[in-house]
């Protein structure tokens, strides 16, 4: 399965980005999936996931009210809407199709990642 994620870029504080990972393989296989990110100089770190139907998501408490994620399997498309943008969610974005069909936080339920895309906020 290869996963190819884009959308990211420059943007100033307070903006909105959508990013956008499309998958090689159909997403309706049970496997949950999500998003996480890496910032310069720190660890990658869980952003959100989604379940394999959509009807259950999870957030990181900073993403909380201001990201959404979204799955359209007939797409095989995997989104992250992020919305009031600030200059901490600097890094690069990967996403990521999970072991199993739910929810998860620990990047080691993850079995296949993107490339990642670099999103940069500006002050």
């Known amino acids: 399965v290869q996963l190819q994620a884009s959308g990211g870029g420059l943007v100033q504080a307070g903006g909105s980005l959508r990013l956008v990972c499309t998958s090689s393989?159909?997403?309706?296989?049970?496997?949950?999936m999500g998003w996480f990110r890496r910032a310069p100089g720190k660890e990658r770190e869980f952003v959100a996931s989604?379940?394999?139907?959509?009807?259950?998501?999870n957030y990181a408490r900073f993403a909380q009210g201001r990201f959404t994620i979204s799955r359209d399997n007939a797409k095989n498309t995997l989104y992250l809407q992020m919305n009031s943008l600030k200059p901490e969610d600097t890094a690069v974005y990967y996403c990521a199709t999970a072991l199993r069909s739910g929810t998860y936080v620990d990047s080691s339920s993850y079995r296949y990642w993107g490339q990642g895309t670099l999103v940069t906020v500006s002050s």
């Open positions: 989604i379940s394999w139907r959509g009807d259950s998501t």
């Open positions: 393989r159909r997403t309706s296989s049970n496997n949950g």
